[in-house]
């Protein structure tokens, strides 16, 4: 799949503030939670505030690792019923608690200066789908991009090409979102620049 946006050169392109969005299933093949890992530790060491749902597994837990183990800063945001439920990560420190999902989704984007989601399931989908609205209405300013690794989010797009083709959506909409092959195509395009030697 095509990556529509190119990245642009740090440090004009970095961000301070990013959203991830990701899974949070413990069942999840492990190379998802490596890079989800290596992602974390990417934006950690590039100084980047990184905002994420709080969750302790799957890719969310494995980001909020990644962040923790390169001493970055890291805001968990999550409703209170989740808390309850014992699903918040344990070395968090910094949390923003909310009411429901919706409120939730209105908290991660808040000074957000790019959305990055992660695979996930049907919670990851209905989050990105919604900031894609939100960019299409002028409601949204950040870069949206599509970490699109072994493939995982190919339907995705070509779904939204053929959203296109068909005329549900404008050409013009596919410079809405950006799709990177894996974790250091993600922080590329961020501005981040990679030590090829060390990595993220």
């Given at each position: 799949?095509?990556?529509?946006?190119?990245?642009?050169?740090?440090p004009?392109a970095?961000?301070?503030?990013?959203?991830?969005?990701?899974?949070s299933?413990a069942?999840?093949p492990?190379?998802?939670?490596?890079?989800?890992?290596?992602?974390?530790?990417?934006?950690?060491?590039?100084?980047?505030t990184?905002?994420f749902?709080?969750?302790?597994?799957?890719?969310?837990?494995?980001?909020?690792?990644?962040?923790?183990?390169a001493?970055?800063?890291?805001?968990?945001i999550?409703?209170v019923?989740?808390?309850e439920?014992?699903w918040?990560?344990?070395?968090v420190?910094e949390?923003v608690?909310?009411?429901?999902?919706?409120?939730?989704?209105?908290?991660m984007?808040?000074g957000t200066?790019?959305?990055?989601?992660?695979?996930?399931?049907?919670?990851?989908l209905?989050e990105?789908?919604e900031?894609?609205?939100?960019?299409?209405?002028?409601?949204?300013?950040?870069?949206?991009?599509l970490?699109?690794?072994?493939g995982?989010?190919?339907?995705?797009?070509?779904?939204?090409?053929?959203?296109?083709?068909?005329?549900?959506m404008?050409?013009?909409?596919?410079?809405?979102?950006?799709?990177?092959p894996?974790?250091?195509g993600t922080?590329r395009?961020?501005?981040?620049?990679?030590?090829?030697?060390?990595g993220?």
């Open positions: 799949m095509h990556s529509n946006i190119p990245a642009l050169d740090p004009a970095r961000p301070r503030r990013v959203c991830v969005f990701a899974a299933s069942r999840i492990a190379r998802y939670t490596d890079a989800a890992r290596d992602f974390g530790h990417g934006l950690a060491r590039a100084g980047i990184v905002v749902g709080g969750g302790s597994h799957g890719c969310m837990g494995a980001l909020a690792d990644g962040v923790l183990a001493n970055g800063r890291l805001v968990g999550m409703p019923f989740m808390r439920r014992e918040a990560h344990p070395g420190r949390w608690w909310t009411e429901d999902l919706s409120e939730r989704q209105r908290e984007l808040k200066d790019a959305l990055v989601t992660l695979p996930g399931g049907c919670g990851t209905e990105v789908a900031v894609l609205t939100l960019k299409r209405l002028g409601l949204f300013h950040g870069r949206i991009i970490a699109n690794q072994h995982f989010w190919d339907p995705l797009v070509s779904w939204l090409d053929r959203c296109i083709a068909e005329g549900f404008e050409p013009g909409h596919r410079h809405l979102w950006t799709v990177t894996d974790v250091t922080l395009a961020l501005g981040i620049a990679i030590d090829a030697e060390t993220p």
